[in-house]
C-alpha cells in the first residue's frame, strides 16, 4: 500500500521513497507526494531520480488496486531507493484551480440551493454543471463577481479526515447530485473553506482563498433540461 502525503500536505514539493514491487509500465513506492488523479483532478507530474538516474512520471494509474508510476527505461528493482519532485508550478496551479471550484460551489449552494451534476479540470481553467433550469449571461457575470470577493475575503482552508459516520453526520457534506463514495470507504476526507463551504473531496486545495487569483467566467451553457455548466478560468 502506498502511503499518499498529499493527502495531508498538499505542498510538499520533493519526497524520497522506496521501490515496492514493479509492474510492466512502472514502480510502485512505499509513499509518493503524486496526486494519483480523481475527483476531476487530473494526475500529478514530475519526476523520479534512482541514484543518477532520472525518469519522467509519464502517468499514474491503478493496477490490482496498486498505484502505478509509470515511467520509460529499464526500472530500479525492488527495494531501491527513489526520489521524486512534482512539476510544482502544474500541481500548485491545479490547486488553486480546484479551490476556484468549491468556491464556485460554495457560492452557488449558498445562494441557489443547487447540486453538482459533474465537473472536470486542467491547470488554470474548469467547468462545473449544476442542477438548474435556466442559466443567463447575468447570471454568469454575478457569479463572477461573488466568486471573487470570495478570493478577497481570504477564508482559510482546512482539511480533516473524519470517520464516515461523523463525516455523514454534517449536512450536506455531499455536493453532487449522485454520492459517488463507495460504502466501503470508512474514513472521509473533507475540506472546508471557513465560513462558505464544507464538503467531501480528496483532491489537493491552497490553504487560502487569497492563493486562488481572480477568477473569470468565460462561458455558460446549457447541457439538458435541469444540467446547465459554467466555465471559469485563473491566470496562470
Known sequence: MTEILCYDDSYLREFDATVIDTAPKGVMLDRTAFYPGGGGQPADSGTLTAGEVPYTVKRLSRQDGKLVHEIDGDLPPVGASMHGELDWDRRYLLMRTHTALHILCGVVWRDYGAQVTGGNMQPGSARMDFEFENMSADFAERMETLVNEEVQAARGIEIKTLPREEAFSIP?????????????????????????????????????????????????????????RLRIRIDA
Not at 470508512?186 to 480528496?202: H, K, P, W
Request: hydrophobic share 35%; no cysteine.
Open 172 to 228: 450536506d457534506l455531499i455536493r453532487t447530485k449522485i454520492n459517488l463514495l463507495p460504502p466501503a470507504i470508512t474514513e472521509i476526507r473533507t475540506v472546508n473553506i471557513t465560513g462558505l463551504d464544507l464538503q467531501a473531496d480528496g483532491g489537493t486545495h491552497v490553504a487560502n482563498t487569497s492563493e486562488v487569483g481572480a477568477i473569470s467566467v468565460v462561458g455558460h451553457e446549457s447541457k439538458g433540461r435541469i444540467n446547465k
